[in-house]
T-cell receptor
Framework: DAGVIQSPRHEVTEMGQEVTLRCKPISGHNSLFWYRQTMMRGLELLIYFNNNVPIDDSGMPEDRFSAKMPNASFSTLKIQPSEPRDSAVYFC???????????FGPGTRLTVT | GQSLEQPSEVTAVEGAIVQINCTYQ??????LSWYQQHDGGAPTFLSYNALDGLEETGRFSSFLSRSDSYGYLLLQELQMKDSASYFCAVRSSNTGKLIFGQGTTLQVKP
């Protein structure tokens, strides 16, 4: 099993540019989570999907952030336009149903200059 | 609101036992879980407690007291590789959503 796959692993972009982060969950997992981690704010849940449907997006910071899950094996998190304060590590995680263990991907380290 | 409190840093020596505490305030509670994260890595699941008591998994144990809104992670026979950040996380509803604490950085010294 390849685990959760995220791309890119590192992204450096200029303020105002659009950023798209990608995630492939573990095959058979039907819940997918997007997290953001910073030193100041810790690990924050941005949004999560169950069976490709967004269930809770209350953690999405503002309208500049959007997430989609067009099918069971792919999700994107888009930031448009990006700002320096969006610099963080973004993790995608997946699991099965309401099970406790979430499997995290390696993360995307985003730097917005 | 929802909040979790855990110490920011803990230091211990190799071979010792260390306890990392977590207190929580949530509007609903379905259980407490623990994750480990090495520097530069991704969080990995360690354990969960849905009921009061102690759950043991090898050198690691986790405890929960729902009446006290309190739990802890106990690490025994510490090894250098246990140096990492440890996060408690509350499941506040019957969904997969987790609320994470700020994390405790454990430094294991020789």
């Amino acid at each position: 099993d390849a685990g959760v796959i995220q791309s890119p692993r590192h992204e450096v972009t200029e303020m105002g540019q659009e950023v798209t982060l990608r995630c492939k969950p573990i095959s058979g997992h039907n819940s997918l989570f997007w997290y953001r981690q910073t030193m100041m704010r810790g690990l924050e849940l941005l949004i999560y999907f169950n069976n490709n449907v967004p269930i809770d997006d209350s953690g999405m910071p503002e309208d500049r952030f959007s997430a989609k899950m067009p099918n069971a094996s792919f999700s994107t998190l888009k930031i448009q336009p990006s700002e320096p304060r969006d610099s963080a590590v973004y993790f995608c995680a997946s699991n099965v149903g309401a099970r406790w263990e979430q499997y995290f991907g390696p993360g995307t380290r985003l730097t917005v200059t | 609101g929802q909040s979790l409190e855990q110490p920011s840093e803990v230091t211990a020596v190799e071979g010792a036992i260390v306890q990392i505490n977590c207190t929580y305030q949530t509007s609903g509670f379905y259980g407490l879980s623990w994750y480990q994260q090495h520097d530069g890595g991704a969080p990995t699941f360690l354990s969960y407690n849905a009921l009061d008591g102690l759950e043991e998994t090898g050198r690691f144990s986790s405890f929960l007291s729902r009446s006290d809104s309190y739990g802890y992670l106990l690490l025994q026979e510490l090894q250098m590789k246990d140096s990492a950040s440890y996060f408690c996380a509350v499941r506040s509803s019957n969904t997969g959503k987790l609320i994470f604490g700020q994390g405790t950085t454990l430094q294991v010294k020789p």
